[in-house]
């Protein structure tokens, strides 16, 4: 069983930062690449960044390119979303992912494990 425990949300003003991080138990971290996902009030849950297991060819939505990086450290087990120039619409609940294979994906019906998420809330 793989878990997955995110944190680092909170309550940011526009334009600030904020990293989140997803600790993974249970398997071989190194074995899964990762996603990060997000849920906005009222809205469908959607794609936000995937990293390989290794670690290279992030891919992110077109709406956090140049604002977010992703990365992982696979000595603790561990995933990042750096979230940089923050904005109203970041606003949501953002869950981490991990998917049993060397690429990563946008697609989250082919991640088969799931955090509980973490609040994201951008507002002055």
């Given at each position: 069983q793989v878990q997955l425990v995110e944190s680092g949300g909170g309550l940011v003003q526009?334009?600030?930062?904020?990293?989140?991080?997803c600790a993974v138990s249970?398997?071989?971290?190194?074995a899964y690449a990762m996603g990060w996902f997000r849920q906005a009030p009222g809205k469908e849950r959607e794609f936000v960044a995937t990293i390989r297991w290794g670690g290279g060819s992030p891919d992110y939505a077109d709406s956090v390119k140049g604002r977010f990086t992703i990365s992982r450290d696979n000595t603790k087990n561990t995933v990042y979303l750096q979230m940089n120039s923050l904005k109203p619409e970041d606003t949501a609940v953002y869950y981490c992912a991990s998917r049993k294979a060397y690429t990563g994906s946008r697609h989250q019906s082919e991640y088969g494990y799931w955090g509980q998420g973490t609040?994201?809330?951008v507002s002055s």
């Amino acid at each position: 069983q793989v878990q997955l425990v995110e944190s680092g949300g909170g309550l940011v003003q526009p334009g600030g930062s904020l990293r989140l991080s997803c600790a993974v138990s249970g398997r071989t971290f190194s074995a899964y690449a990762m996603g990060w996902f997000r849920q906005a009030p009222g809205k469908e849950r959607e794609f936000v960044a995937t990293i390989r297991w290794g670690g290279g060819s992030p891919d992110y939505a077109d709406s956090v390119k140049g604002r977010f990086t992703i990365s992982r450290d696979n000595t603790k087990n561990t995933v990042y979303l750096q979230m940089n120039s923050l904005k109203p619409e970041d606003t949501a609940v953002y869950y981490c992912a991990s998917r049993k294979a060397y690429t990563g994906s946008r697609h989250q019906s082919e991640y088969g494990y799931w955090g509980q998420g973490t609040q994201v809330t951008v507002s002055s």
